[in-house]
């Protein structure tokens, strides 16, 4: 699977073959929300955009190519939207919930997000994509908690990076399955991510900030 | 990938015959904390326990059926030692810290528990197994929460159960990745998870809750 290629055949220049492209993606997505990645292929895709399956083959050589495609845009526009936010002066709260709506506005544009993030777990070929998706995210709390007074060696910023990235990840995401993007749960994660931002950059080192979490 | 056989071949009955059997096992489990589920297969794996690539193939079809094995009986023994905690008079927050011991437990002594998890991630195959674990997962926490006084309607109590259920997982991954399970992020969250449990048990509903969990 590591070797699966994943690059369209050629890329579009003509307005015709855009739109054919887009119809293709639609499709793709549509198909995707309905019965995820197992029951996605290249055959239900041309039927569902009513083109040929020819047509099809002129750009993607595979399903995964499509997806790759897909999920490439989509994690672009978030990182787009993500670098206006962080440039911004806002508060370090106030910049954390703008990022919420951000991604809850994406979700809603996009309309497939679940399930585009789900094919990115199961196709072997698009994890290096999360992968190096995840590192610029946890990149952008670390600058952002250094921003904003977090003075922590690296190692522990790191990973209070990482567990504030995987988290908010996993519980967005079983939110939205439950179709509630800010259901009990969330509302419940978020105030504990607000705490632990606010005591990271209120404690000099994570011991500190350990024993102030007392329970 | 959805029809997969992932039966074994016929069910070992003489004492050679398991030996064999958990030479393979073993084998499989190495290579997968070697290099993962992407570089193992039958050959590496028939090399590694120096038997022939046929007597492997007279009890196992694929890889898959080797790892879905494994996954298997592991999942059975947190179960096992599960119902024991379970079934324990031991306090809420006491249970909870005892479930966390065994799983600690388990991971040094099948070592190897990091790689076969993100295996059954990545073998669409697996996921029946894991989906099943889950649920299982999240019951017995309601019965928990049930158990010591939570009066929560159904829907909230399993919310609550589901996030503290997958928030486990990927922390408890994330540390293992890191190469502590217990490490700093583990630490704050186990704190963050007694509160809640805590809370769910006090408050008479998620109103309360989430009122009591203010920033």
Redesign the interface.
Known sequence: ??SLDLKMRREPRQQRTLAIIQKIEQATLALLKEGG??LLNTNAIAERCDIDIKSLYRFFPNKEAIVYRLAEQWLEEIRQREQAIYQSDLGLVEIWDALDDMIDGIEQQFSGYGALWQAM??I?ALHGLEQAHETLQIDNMVVLLRKHGCCWPQK?IT??A??LY??W???KQ?SIE?GEAR???W???K??Q???L?SAVKCRD?AE??QG???
């Open positions: 699977m590591t990645i197992g777990d199961v072997p522990d990973e209070l990482r567990y995987r988290t990840d996993v519980v079983g439950q259901g009990l749960m509302r419940a994660h105030k504990w607000h705490r632990l606010l994570s900030f350990e979490l007392a329970d």
